[in-house]
């Protein structure tokens, strides 16, 4: 790699060479507050002159916005970049609906919208954003692996599932990455998906690595903190006294980055790296953000190394969260974890 760039690893088995760390692009049209589009455009540059080639984006963010946002981006740098786009997630009209489709019927359908609004030929990594346990796992990934002989998607992802799924699903058809909520506080993907993934040799795409921006120190009580729109005051452990008593844990955080002279936010990025290595597992954050300034800090995270000591110091935060991940946690993996 040159000297500015981030280092290379594959996706999946056989799938393109990709930065070690990706750009979650959700923030830009939706849910953390107003964005600066052109802050925005400027970012997407300065990921792919750092390396970072795999932008994350969702048919669900913004109900097509956001596609429709890195439309242009992705025609200029088509092959420069590895496009990741998911089906899954049903919003309509009603702002606080939520719905859940792994139909084939229906995957067929988002496909070609998710196609037409990125004004691209082909997708080069495609998620089921959630499963649906009513719709057999085989079904739903054989309709997406016959996207793949369609030559519609390039390869296919699963997101928030069991390392039991992850296995059925790969059983139909090859899996090459699965994204995931893994950070500091985060750990429900140990259970069995990281095994899994492992095992197969899936790539593990863990998105808000950095806790929606909490594990940055940035705030410690996010109903006063936070912007008017912003989804995080509506999480539980990010509000209230949950917020108040998961600060408090980010003190051996801070104590890292200030022996090392970096971020509480490149701690935690290192952290997800080397937990992987733990586990013999390719990973790939997706940190989101929406300046430039913030992705250059989180690349910087990609060549810092935390000490055995250091990672121990780490290691309990995750069992005193106070607060779920979610308001429902019913669509994520822990629910159907046994």
């Known amino acids: 790699m040159t000297a500015d760039k981030i280092s290379t690893v594959r ?70 970049i590895t496009l990741a786009t998911k089906f899954g997630l049903v919003r309509t009209d ?7 489709s792994n139909d084939p019927a229906y995957i067929r359908t988002a ?8 004004n691209t030929d082909v997708i080069d990594l ?8 009513a719709v057999p796992l085989a079904e739903s990934v054989g309709a997406l692996a016959e996207l793949v002989r369609q030559g519609k998607v390039k390869q296919l992802g699963l997101s928030e599932v069991t390392g039991p799924e992850l296995r059925e699903a790969y059983a139909v058809h090859p899996i090459a990455a699965l994204q995931s909520e893994w950070s500091l506080f ?17 790539t593990l795409v863990p998105y808000s690595p950095l806790g929606r921006g909490f594990l940055t120190g940035a705030f410690a009580d996010a109903g006063q903190d936070l912007s008017p729109g912003d989804f995080r005051q509506n999480q539980p452990r990010y509000s209230g006294d949950n917020a108040r008593t998961n600060a408090a844990l980010l003190e051996p955080v801070h104590t890292i980055a200030a022996a090392h002279g970096v971020t509480a936010a490149q701690v935690a990025l290192a952290w997800v790296q080397q937990r992987a290595e733990v586990h013999g597992l390719t990973v790939v954050p997706i940190p989101g953000t929406r300046k430039r300034g913030r992705l250059t800090e989180n690349v910087a995270a990609t060549r810092l190394r935390l000490s055995a000591e250091e990672l121990a110091l780490l290691e309990p935060i995750a069992g005193q969260v106070a607060g779920d991940r979610y308001p429902d946690m019913s669509s994520t993996s822990a629910a159907r974890e046994e």
Do not use: K, W
């Not at 750092?50 to 200029?76: C, I, K, Q, S, W």
């Not at 496909?111 to 990125?118: C, D, F, I, N, P």
């Open 126 to 133: 495609y998620y089921m954003h959630r499963r649906d346990p």
């Open 11 to 80: 996706l999946g088995t056989d799938g393109p060479l990709i930065g070690v760390q990706g750009l979650g692009c959700m923030g830009m049209s939706e849910f953390y507050g107003d964005t600066d589009e052109s802050a925005a455009r400027d970012t997407l540059d300065a990921a792919l002159e750092a390396g970072v080639t795999l932008l994350d984006t969702a048919d669900a963010y913004g109900r097509g916005a956001n596609e429709e946002f890195l439309a242009p981006f992705v025609a200029a740098h088509r092959d420069e």
């Open 94 to 100: 009603d702002p606080g609906y939520r719905g859940i």
């Open 186 to 202: 985060s750990r429900d993907v140990e259970r069995s998906a990281v095994g899994a993934a492992a095992e197969l040799g899936v």
């Open 111 to 118: 496909v070609e919208a998710s196609l037409r609004r990125l």
